[in-house]
């Protein structure tokens, strides 16, 4: 798999994040301040109950999108050190 530079956020999206690309609308379950198993709820738990289609979309609004499976699982090991990252050529890898 051949994949292009690419960019992806370090956490999911967040629930204040989903708000301003999202005209204020935050679909999630819990109501901000509400504490679900002793975590209170936050602006900055990621968004839930949002469908990937609709993420695709909203995101696409604002030249944005989801990482693809190879962009996921590339970011995924990028924590590893560069000599073992797969396909990088600097390193004879």
Known sequence: VTIEPFLIGKHELTRAQHARLDHGRDPSIFALGEEVLGWKQTAVHPVDRVLYRDCSELLGRWG??????????????????????????????
């Open 64 to 93: 944005m999108a989801l990482p693809t499976e190879g962009e996921w699982e590339y970011a995924a090991v990028a924590d590893r050190p560069l000599a073992q990252l797969p396909g990088n050529s600097a390193c004879g890898a």
